[in-house]
């Protein structure tokens, strides 16, 4: 059996332990009892149970600074069982977080401190360093000597388990503290506030201890190996090939190491801690997500609405006004015939233009615009910044795997975890269309789009229609793409900065929150601008090919009417309203393919996660279209209605809107479908090609250089320059075999979170 505790530090002890005598519960022990076999971060082993033997709780309470208010309180914790009869399962204190509460408002202690302080028999916590676990990862420093891989695996696994279980036991307790009453009421919600953000900062190490302890090892063993190589330098005959082995040994031990890393940051015991955690920092979560969002309430939103139309208004009027328009004009010119082969290539012409000038545009803009706002300081001065939807799993975490049965410690039976499960979902389910409803991926961002751009456009036509402006220049339509874009933008942002969930617990909770993360212009434009990325060509297949369509559907649609050349006088009003319909359709239907589209990617990923997806992996967007045509009900898709609304009529509704936005969606990707797939046979052959050039240099041709780069993908250079010194003017510069060095903070933060893949820091034998 393995005690674990969680250190001051955030750091984590394991402790091997005699194997107990087994306990036999009594009949009445409850069948989901936590034992502490079960249970191991709350018992004492045999030898800590007599070190602190004489540190009982009253003794250690003793010295501690107890408020006056809660002697009372502190004699009836210390006259409560420790675990329940029978089953031996720890019992869930009321009253416990009150106290700890209390002990951190007049001294200033780590969570865990003071929660050992109270009970040392309850909650004793020891430091990472010097356990069990510790001691394992330190045999990895001395070649020969490193522990198997799935013993070590199955140690991480055991004391993550238990920390999880531990972590859900101090927030059960803080649940189960009754609300303060009384002449100190407000005193104790302050100290039962206290007490719950130590917890969540405690929780917050404790989740990330094992991830860094491995680091740490990983990068213990890089400067080990750095070490070999300098000494391999000088090294002649037998130390040579001595140091070589031990290099090679750790080479290994660190491969082990980062497989470890990377195994146990994507699996169910890593992702539990992250829940458990979350669900510890929950309160102050919200309120933080509160306090920033009210730094745009108010007046003060008018920064994000700004923040979001101005950069929508220049795009507009370029990809939609200028770009789009200018060629359409200009290929009508050139090809004034009205046969049908005349209107493909005219459509093919102005789509494919417009579909692309339309990404690019988007890409480019908002990060420049962003960027701009932040280097002049117009986004802290004026509140100019965008707004992003909140971590849905952040507010939402996965159930617990325990629960307070008559304040006992038990853990849920299976339908108690596929029920609660099933309400996570639900409720994650109704936030996450929250987070969608304003965009135009959603039935309601669309209308407001469509609304926008179409109002635009009916505006400028009947201003055209009344002689109020000349309303058919390029401008003057390029003018109203913006103007509609920028209204389209400001109306999603409003609906952004009200956007409010509430959860079962009532916590109001803002759905979008200032976005005033550092920009990094760089970045952002790759993000869309990559075509290196085969993700980004992908959408830029979608645009184009979306845009051939878009213009085909617009050009079957009929001319506004005009006056006879040299006629005078004024269209009649029937008129005027048929031509301000034809001109808003017109850019409705040139915008509806666009927007069906470009929630094709997101729409095909919620099908794949929802087990529904990935039959026809090289046509994975046809089937999605296709699924929204037959399935448009399906919980992966966004829905503004449930289907017991109204009798389910708006439901009918809504699922008829995403079975035509699958219509639009078929014929146009499919076309992307068949282009990614010769993209990627493109990319196949280029890579064969240049895979043959290589191997038909010499050994010796190929060799070094494939060391060097992969030398300089994993070294950190300012690592290298403070730890390797330079060898003075005279000193002769000996060749080295490339090291293998220290994996610096970008990479273990990429491990950590699963975008770097272990065999990509392996080191060529």
């Known amino acids: 059996m393995n005690n674990s505790r969680i250190g001051g530090s955030g750091s984590i002890e394991i402790t091997q332990l005699h194997q107990p005598p087994a306990a036999t519960p009594t009949p009445t022990a409850h069948p989901n009892a936590v034992t502490p076999g079960m249970h191991p971060p709350l018992t004492l082993t045999q030898s800590q149970s007599g070190t602190h033997a004489a540190e009982s709780s009253a003794a250690g309470a003793a010295r501690l600074k107890i408020a006056a208010r809660h002697a009372e309180l502190l004699a009836v914790f210390q006259s409560e069982r420790a675990t329940a009869p029978g089953s031996g399962a720890p019992m869930i204190s009321p009253h416990a977080a009150l106290l700890i509460g209390g002990l951190l408002e007049s001294e200033k202690l780590p969570f865990e401190v003071a929660a050992e302080g109270l009970s040392p028999e309850r909650y004793q916590l020891k430091q990472f360093q010097d356990s069990g676990l510790q001691q394992k990862l330190n045999l990895f420093v001395h070649p020969g000597h490193a522990p198997a891989k799935a013993e070590v695996a199955q140690l991480i696994k055991g004391f993550a388990t238990s920390v999880a279980d531990q972590l859900e036991h101090f927030q059960l307790m803080h649940d189960a503290a009754t609300a303060p009453q009384g002449p100190h009421a407000a005193e104790d919600r302050a100290a039962l506030a206290a007490s719950q953000t130590a917890l969540g900062e405690y929780a917050g190490r404790a989740s990330k201890s094992i991830g860094e302890g491995l680091s740490n090892s990983v990068a213990t063993l890089g400067k080990h190996i750095v070490g070999l190589d300098r000494m391999l330098q000088d090294a002649e005959g037998d130390d040579k090939e001595a140091l070589h082995a031990n290099r090679q040994a750790l080479v290994d031990a660190q491969a082990t190491l980062v497989d470890l890393h990377a195994d146990f940051s994507k699996s169910p015991e890593a992702k539990r801690l992250n829940s458990v ?5 929950l309160d102050n979560a919200v309120s933080d997500l509160v306090t920033a969002r009210n730094t745009v309430a108010g007046w003060k939103g008018a920064g994000p609405i700004v923040a979001a139309a101005v950069p929508q208004f220049l795009s507009s009027m370029t990809h939609l006004g200028y770009v789009r328009l200018s060629t359409a004009d200009g290929i009508r010119n050139k090809v004034p015939d009205a046969s049908s082969d005349a209107n493909m290539l005219r459509a093919l012409v102005t789509g494919m233009v417009a579909g692309v000038a339309h990404e690019t ?14 280097k002049t300081g117009l986004n802290d001065r004026l509140n100019m910044v965008p707004m992003k939807a909140i971590d849905t799993n952040s507010v939402i975490p996965d159930p617990f795997e325990l629960k307070n049965q008559n304040g006992e410690l038990v853990r849920k039976t299976p339908e108690e975890a596929t029920e609660d499960k099933a309400s996570v979902e639900t409720q994650r389910a109704i936030l996450n269309q929250m987070k969608v409803q304003g965009s135009s991926t959603h039935p309601v961002g669309e209308m407001m789009a469509y609304s926008a751009f179409g109002g635009s456009q009916a505006v400028r036509q009947m201003l055209n229609d009344i002689h109020q402006l000349n309303g058919q220049t390029l401008s003057a339509r390029a003018l109203a793409s913006g103007f509609g874009g920028a209204v389209s933008a400001s109306s999603q942002t409003i609906l952004q900065l009200k956007s409010t969930y509430v959860d079962p617990q009532g ?21 869309g601008m990559n075509l290196l990325d085969p993700s980004v060509r992908a959408t830029f297949y979608s645009k184009a090919i979306s845009g051939v369509q878009s213009s085909a559907l617009t050009s079957a649609l009929p001319p506004v009417t005009t006056l006879p050349k040299g006629a005078s006088g004024t269209l009649s009003a029937g008129t005027i309203v048929r031509n301000m ?9 040139y915008l509806s393919t666009l927007y069906a589209n470009q929630s094709v990617a997101g729409e095909a990923k919620a099908l794949k996660e929802a087990g529904q997806g990935g039959a026809t992996p090289m046509l994975e967007r046809t089937e999605t279209a296709m699924k929204n045509i037959v399935d448009p009900g399906r919980a992966s898709l966004p829905h503004t209605f449930q289907q017991t609304t109204l009798g389910g009529f708006p439901r009918k509704l809504e699922n008829a809107y995403h079975s035509a936005r699958g219509v639009l969606q078929v014929a146009s990707q499919f076309g992307v479908d068949i282009a990614r797939a010769a993209d990627g046979r493109a990319a196949d052959g280029v890579s064969s090609l240049r895979n043959s050039l290589k191997s038909a240099k010499p050994p010796e041709a190929q060799s070094r250089p494939e060391a060097s780069q992969q030398a300089s993908e994993l070294v950190d250079e300012s690592y290298v320059e403070l730890q390797t010194p330079r060898p003075g003017p005279t000193a002769p510069r000996a060749e080295r075999p490339a090291p293998v060095v220290p994996l610096d903070d970008a990479q273990l933060s990429a491990l950590e979170e699963g975008k770097l893949n272990p065999e990509d820091l392996s080191v060529s034998r």
Not at 507 to 527: M, S
């Open 507 to 527: 916590r109001k909770i803002p759905v979008f929150t200032p976005d005033r993360v550092e920009a990094d212009l760089g970045k952002d434009l790759a993000k």
């Open 581 to 589: 319909t034809l001109a808003a359709t017109g850019s409705i239907s």
């Open 277 to 281: 955690a979350a669900h510890a920092r």
């Open 361 to 374: 545009v988007n890409s480019v803009v908002k990060p420049v615009f962003q960027a701009a706002l932040q």
